[in-house]
Each structure stands twice: as structure tokens, then as C-alpha cells.
């Protein structure tokens, strides 16, 4: 490709992807925000499930790594079927993670060290402990009460066969059939589920549902929360008629998808009748609606794994969300070529509608980027590794892993950031199958490992019990012995380590605007194929993504660089799987 591919039409220099933004926009237009995945951050109380005290306690970690704002993955009460992506009351804390006064603590002492809060809004289904499901299966079809699901009577001579054809993004049918020995109903009658058969997905025709969600954003707007984070944003809405679909339901494999640009990634996301439908906009334009009444520039960030990026760009129009996770980005892997594509064509999306651009690399349900990158073919998306399976080079994969995140911060934005991360932690890669939990191992009988690999209790302390994670050393998940080398403590102050990277990079985009900034292609890289070079303002990020070592713009300063301790000093030339910022005037 060349570098003037993929451009906004309106820009006149035809180097430049993205023109600078005021730096006194609202916060989350440049935002830097943490995913805290709350059962596995901290345990506060011993029992070897994180909890909302045990983060509270940490929150200085966050403050000091000089993070904007943490997105707290849900807490509510659940029965846990998917980790609590499966909410029974969306209104209350699960015991598990502690109480609504646990959360208010958690709010204010976040509020007093400068760090915002978003919170996770799950509205494409509930779990089947919440109290609207039960009532459900205790009134007939046809009921009001069912017409808050979509529950539909099966095909075939007795009903016997689903509705549909549709497979749940978990493995097997998206549809399950009441019988007696279950759900105490004997009508037949089958529920639609896109995940597990233990998460209903609610019918957003309804109005009722659509009042039951205003309401409880302004239950938590009310107690102060700075923004929600959407769950499945694009699969709220289903096609009219609910039709039979072949393609391929996924959200996190590499799959081909469909209907992307020339050249734009795939497999990201999903054009099925499931997903991106219109109709998803108009309550998004009633949320904005909901949110706009509040002050503090509250914010809806949408988890949508929808291509081709214009197609997400739909979820930011201005009178919608405000920014939405660029999965794209995520999905690319080690690739110059390609990341420039999908950099270009982010910001032009994005700018077309007056969003920020969002930059991610890591989340609680992909591989984590240290160890994906450290795989063979580093652009690949595995759902989960087990021991089985490759082993990513470790050393290869850090390395990679620094260098494609001081890219990410690089770049004019918001960024999210997955807890642990900042230790460089690679996957737990050898989970034993008795330990794992996601419901996708379950239900494709461990062909697809799952996620719990990326979701083990982090390290804090290398010389303590369970790391530190808990006082009493338990931890829900285990945790490979060789984090001792990764654990917050002993990285803590020293220099070149992962955690003292971040913090310096964050400090550094903080002090020189680069997240408000403008930017531009450098022309001196315009032939080296590996290498992406982005003028911010005064700093020039340059990543080198081949193995060969390449010249560095004669008398530039050397901000930072992301090698790895032991690393030679960057001096005239960038090594391989390296990212340097360049001053340069
Ligand atoms: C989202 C969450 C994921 C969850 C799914 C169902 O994709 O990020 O963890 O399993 O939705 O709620
Ligand atoms: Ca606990």
C-alpha cells in the first residue's frame, strides 16, 4: 500500500491522517482508561475472588501508573455463568465482590486520586436468575412477561426443531427449549440466547425493556458514575423475523468476515441478523439523550465487533456514543502494512463524525497481546491457548508486546489498557482443563480453550502467597510460577521494567498533549516497508516491525524506547520489535 491510502478527502497535506483536537475537550476524547476485571485484580477478603475493597485498596497502583480512568468489568449480582456477564439484578453488587456501600467507597476514593469510573452496562440479555426471566417461566406464552425475551414456539411437526438456524457465539444452538424436568413448563416453547443457554437475550422491540435500561443508567449516573461501557452494543436488535443465517457467528477468532473495504482487516465482526442492525442506533440516541441531562461529560463506550470500520463508526455519530472499542486495530497483529491501513482508516472514520479514535490491544476475552504476538504467526487470534497447543516465545512476544503498546500510546486518542499489561504478563498458556471456567470451553467441548487464560488474579508480590493477590495466598485461578518474575513489586522503580515503560509513556503523553494531537505520516519512512513513523506535535513514534535495525533521523532526541532491559541504547538506529519517540522539531 502507500502511504496515501485510506485518507480523509478534506485533509490538504496528503501526510496527514489526523489534524489536532483542542486540548480542553471533555476527558475522555484523550482518556487513557484501565479495564479493571474485578475478580481478578485484588481480593480484599481472602476467599480467592477479587472484590471491590480489594481494588479500592490498589487504586494508588493506578494513580501512580497515571491512567485517566478504570472501566470496571461487572460486578453485579450474578450467578457467574459468564463471569457476571450474566446480571440478575442490575441494580445491586453480587456478595461475591462485596456491597453497594463497597461501591461507593471504591467511587469516592477513585474520585479523590483524580481517577474517573465506568462502569459495565450488559443490556443484550440477563441471566436466567433475574427476576424477569422466572417470571417468564411462570406465565404463559403469549404473556407480557415472555414478551420481554424472545421466546418463539420451535419448527418441525412438534416443535421440536429451534426457530432458527442461529449457533451461539459460545458454541452449539443460540436456542433452548423449556421442558419440565428444567424450567417447570411444559409449553415447549424455546428462548433465544446468543452466549450461553444461562444468558436470555432480551427482546429490544419492547418498551419495557427499553425503560428498564434508561432507568438503571440513571441509577448508577445518579450515584456517580462517569460512563458505562456497553456490552454487545451491536446485537441488540435482531432482524424482523428473526431468519435463518450460514455464516459464522464469532467475536473473537480469526475468521474471514464479510462486507469489509479492500484491504481493511476481517473477522472482526459479523453481518448476520444478529448484529449491527439500524435499529441499534435509536436507543443509543436515547441513552445520549439520558446522559446529556447529567454534568460531567458522562460516557458510552461500545463494545462492537462490527466491520468495516465505517460500519462502526455509526455508534459515534454525535447524537449516539461517544467512543467505541477499535477492534480493528486489535485485530490486526504484527503487520506494518496493515496497521498503517487500519490507523489511516480509523481516523478517518472517526473524524468523519467528530469521535475520537480508540486504540486496544488487550481485554478479559482475547489472548493477551504479550503472547499473541509472541506466536508464530503473530497476526493470528487463537480463543485461548492450552498447553496442548503452541507455546508463544515469551521473550519475543514482551518485546513485541512494549513496542506495540508504546505504538498504541503514541497515537492521538483514547487507550484502553487491560489490567496486568503494565507487568508485560503473558496468557496463563497451560491452564488445566479442570480449572477452566469460560462457558465457550464448555460448549464446544474444548476446542475453543476460552478465556481464562487472560483472566488470571494478578501478581503484586513476588515473594507472597497467591502473589499478594490475596491475603490468604487463594486464588481462583492459578497462576504460572514464573510471574514471580512479573509481579508489580519488582518492577516497581526499577528502570527499563515494563511498569516504569507505562508509567513514563503515560507520563509523557500527558506532558506533551500527544493523546489531543495531531497526525502525521513521517516522509523519511515513506520506503521502509516495516517501519511506521507517526508525527505527534514535537514527538515522532517510530516502530520498527521487522527484525533488521533501521536509521533514526539524524540528531533526534531519544524519549523513550520500549526495548527490554539489557537492551543496548537506542542510539542512530532502531532495532527490530522496537518503538521509539523522537523529538524532533
Ligand atoms: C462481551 C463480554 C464477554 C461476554 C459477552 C457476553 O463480549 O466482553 O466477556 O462473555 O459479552 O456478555
Ligand atoms: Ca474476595
Not at 233 to 254: F, R, S, T
Not at 255 to 268: C, F, L, M, R, W
Not at 434 to 448: K, Q
Request: hydrophobic fraction near 40%.
Amino acid at each position: 500500500m502507500t502511504l496515501l491510502e485510506n485518507r480523509p478527502a478534506d485533509l490538504t497535506d496528503p501526510l496527514v491522517v489526523h489534524e489536532p483536537g483542542p486540548a480542553d475537550g471533555p476527558w475522555w476524547r484523550d482518556a487513557v482508561i484501565y479495564q479493571v476485571y474485578p475478580r481478578s485484580f485484588a481480593d480484599g477478603n481472602g476467599d480467592g475472588i477479587g472484590d471491590l475493597p480489594g481494588i479500592t485498596a490498589r487504586l494508588d497502583h493506578l494513580a501512580a501508573l497515571g491512567v485517566d480512568a478504570v472501566w470496571l468489568s461487572p460486578f453485579y449480582r450474578s450467578p457467574q455463568a459468564d463471569a457476571g456477564y450474566d446480571v440478575a439484578d442490575y441494580r445491586d453488587v453480587d456478595p461475591l465482590f462485596g456491597t453497594l456501600e463497597d461501591f461507593d467507597a471504591l467511587l469516592s476514593r477513585a474520585h479523590e486520586l483524580g481517577l474517573r469510573v465506568v462502569v459495565d452496562l450488559v443490556p443484550n440479555h440477563t441471566s436466567d436468575d433475574h427476576v424477569w426471566f422466572q417470571e417468564a417461566l411462570r406465565t404463559p406464552p403469549g404473556s407480557p412477561e415472555r414478551a420481554r425475551y424472545l421466546f418463539r414456539d420451535g419448527r418441525g411437526e412438534h416443535g421440536e426443531l429451534p426457530p432458527n438456524n442461529w449457533q451461539s457465539i459460545f458454541g452449539g444452538d443460540a436456542w433452548t427449549r423449556l421442558t419440565p424436568e428444567k424450567h417447570g413448563v411444559d409449553d415447549g416453547q424455546w428462548y433465544l440466547h446468543l452466549f450461553d443457554t444461562r444468558q436470555p437475550d432480551l427482546d429490544w422491540t419492547n418498551p419495557e425493556v427499553r425503560a428498564e435500561f434508561e432507568d438503571v443508567l440513571r441509577f448508577w449516573l445518579d450515584r456517580g458514575v462517569d460512563g458505562f461501557r456497553v456490552d454487545v452494543a451491536h446485537g441488540m436488535v435482531k432482524a424482523e423475523g428473526l431468519p435463518d443465517w450460514d455464516g459464522h457467528v464469532a467475536m473473537i477468532d480469526g475468521a474471514e468476515g464479510e462486507g469489509a473495504a479492500d484491504g481493511e482487516p476481517t473477522g472482526v465482526g459479523n453481518q448476520g441478523p444478529m448484529f449491527d442492525q439500524d435499529g441499534v442506533h435509536e436507543i443509543y440516541r436515547t441513552w445520549r439523550a439520558v446522559l446529556d441531562e447529567y454534568d460531567g461529560d458522562r460516557m458510552l463506550v461500545a463494545e462492537a465487533w462490527v466491520e468495516p470500520l465505517s460500519r462502526l463508526a455509526r455508534y459515534v455519530r454525535p447524537d449516539e456514543m461517544h467512543q467505541a472499542f477499535n477492534f480493528a486495530f486489535l485485530a490486526t497483529g504484527w503487520d506494518a502494512p496493515a496497521l498503517r491501513k487500519v490507523v489511516a482508516a480509523s481516523y478517518a472514520v472517526n473524524d468523519s463524525v467528530g469521535a475520537p479514535t480508540t486504540w486496544v490491544l488487550s481485554n478479559h476475552d482475547v489472548v493477551r497481546h504479550a503472547s499473541r504476538l509472541g506466536l508464530t504467526d503473530p497476526s493470528s487470534r487463537p480463543n485461548g491457548i492450552a498447553a496442548e497447543d503452541e507455546q508463544p516465545d515469551e521473550e519475543l512476544g514482551l518485546r513485541r508486546a512494549r513496542a506495540a503498546t508504546l505504538l498504541l500510546l503514541g497515537l492521538p486518542g483514547s487507550a484502553y489498557l487491560y489490567q496486568g499489561e503494565e507487568l508485560g504478563l503473558p496468557e496463563h498458556t497451560a491452564l488445566p482443563a479442570e480449572v477452566r471456567e469460560d462457558p465457550a470451553f464448555f460448549r464446544t467441548n474444548g476446542v475453543e480453550r476460552g478465556r481464562d487464560g487472560c483472566r488470571v488474579p494478578l501478581p503484586w508480590q513476588a515473594d507472597a502467597p497467591g502473589f499478594g493477590y490475596s491475603p490468604t495466598g487463594d486464588t481462583w485461578l492459578p497462576q504460572p510460577a514464573s510471574w514471580a518474575a512479573y509481579a508489580a513489586d519488582v518492577q516497581d522503580g526499577v528502570p527499563g521494567s515494563t511498569l516504569e515503560l507505562y508509567r513514563a509513556a503515560l507520563r509523557l503523553r500527558r506532558s506533551e498533549r500527544l493523546g489531543t494531537g495531531g497526525a502525521a505520516w513521517e516522509p523519511a519512512y515513506a520506503d521502509a516497508p516495516e517501519v511506521i513513523a507517526v508525527r505527534n506535535g514535537s514527538v515522532l513514534v517510530v516502530a520498527n516491525l521487522g527484525s533488521v535495525p533501521v536509521a533514526l533521523p539524524e540528531g533526534a532526541e531519544v524519549l523513550l524506547a520500549s526495548g527490554l532491559p539489557g537492551d543496548a541504547e537506542v542510539g542512530t538506529e532502531l532495532p527490530g520489535d522496537t518503538t521509539a519517540w523522537l523529538r524532533v522539531r
